[in-house]
């Protein structure tokens, strides 16, 4: 026994073209807005999970950091993570909070140039494209800044500037 389609009214009052195309047109649609929404998340940027105390402590970074980094505007990723900042555009400055230890810091990188602002140690490490990566030593949580080539006159400037943020909301 067969079951007889029945197409709705409204649709039968279309011309035939229009009633051919609405399905396809419908799908393209629905297709373009899921592929739209995927891909405004930004895929270079690796979003930290850290857990417990460290989490608090970058949401309350979060909160504090700055909405313009030496003249660039913050422009974070979406979707929006309380540990993940971004400052410029192209070539832009990102800040995690909650990293890993770096692996590095067990090796020969060890002894790389570390400098210290206002209590603050910036392990830093040279990066292939000719930026810099500085991850904090010796606090509660790890937070990393990369800084490519051309985001800043000097590249240690970015992590200076962001290291009152960091004392007051990442305990040492």
């Known amino acids: 026994m067969a079951r007889e389609l029945r197409i709705p009214e409204a649709l039968t009052a279309l011309p035939a073209p229009v009633r051919w195309l609405a399905l396809p047109v419908v799908l393209t649609c629905t297709v373009v807005a899921l592929v739209g929404s995927w891909s405004s998340a930004d895929p270079d940027i690796q979003v ?3 857990s417990g105390r460290a989490a608090d402590y970058c949401r309350a970074l979060a909160g504090a950091l700055p909405q313009e ?15 993940v900042a971004v400052w410029g555009g192209s ?22 140039w ?23 030593t010796m ?18 400037d970015p992590a ?6 960091v004392k007051a909301n990442i305990p040492g």
Do not use: I, M
Not at 69 to 83: F, H, K, N, T
Not at 129 to 136: E, I, L, M
């Open 69 to 83: 980094l030496l003249g660039r505007p913050r422009e974070d990723p979406s979707p929006a993570s309380p540990y």
């Open 160 to 165: 200076a500037a962001l290291t009152p943020e």
């Open 91 to 112: 070539p832009r400055t990102v800040l995690r909070c909650g990293v890993d230890r770096p692996e590095e810091l067990d090796g020969p990188h060890a002894e790389d």
């Open 114 to 136: 570390s400098p210290t602002v206002d209590g603050v140690t910036w392990w830093s490490q040279k990066l292939s494209d000719g930026g810099y990566r500085f991850v904090t």
């Open 139 to 156: 606090r509660a949580a790890y937070v990393e800044v990369t800084v490519p080539a051309g985001a800043a006159q000097n590249p240690f």
């Open 48 to 50: 930290p999970q850290p």
